[in-house]
């Protein structure tokens, strides 16, 4: 699948080849959760317009709405989906969902670095997102240094301590 690097696919099982029949057992349920969180969950900007005045590109975006809400509001929508739409918005768990993403996501990269380990023994990091939840993201800060040198620079602040704090 085609997409944007680091877009909700490489996001959530990283960049390992996953190619057996259990790997896609498994994707697929993470896919079907995905479906909801994104669907349901996760806001959206929508582009209104785009002007262009010489070199300068003016964009225009509708403030964030989910998928979910847009098609709620959404006149040509007759009422039975949008019924259907609804319950299963008000079944969705939010934290119980993440929380089956990311056990499934964690045996994804199990048995991809099993079967990784079989054929190399050095093994894989894991994917992005376990990364991220163990702590082993760091972030990196762009510096201006006296002489308008840049520099880059590691904080040593974990990347997913900021999520939640931040």
């Known amino acids: 699948m085609e997409q944007k690097n680091w877009s ?9 080849r996953y190619d057996s029949p259990e790997e896609f057992k498994l994707l697929n349920q993470i896919w079907e959760l995905d479906r909801i969180f ?7 900007h929508k582009l209104v317009s785009k002007t262009r005045h010489g070199a300068k590109v003016t964009q225009v975006h509708d403030r964030p709405t989910t998928p979910h809400q847009r098609a709620v509001a959404h ?3 007759r009422k039975i989906p949008v019924i259907r739409l609804n319950v299963e918005f008000k079944k969705i768990r939010m934290m119980a969902l993440s929380q089956q993403i990311l056990e499934l996501t964690g045996g994804l990269e199990k048995l991809s670095v099993a079967k990784s380990r079989a054929i190399d023994p050095a093994g894989e990091e894991g994917s992005a997102m376990n990364q991220l939840l163990r702590g082993d ?7 201006k240094v006296p002489g308008g040198i840049d520099m880059t620079q590691q904080v040593d602040t974990p990347l997913a301590y900021l999520f939640v704090t931040g």
């Not at 994104?38 to 959206?44: F, G, H, S």
């Open 38 to 44: 994104t669907n349901y969950l996760l806001p959206q």
């Open 8 to 16: 909700r696919v490489r996001e959530l099982v990283g960049y390992q």
């Open 137 to 143: 993201f760091h972030l990196r800060q762009r510096i």
């Open 75 to 77: 006149p040509a929508v």
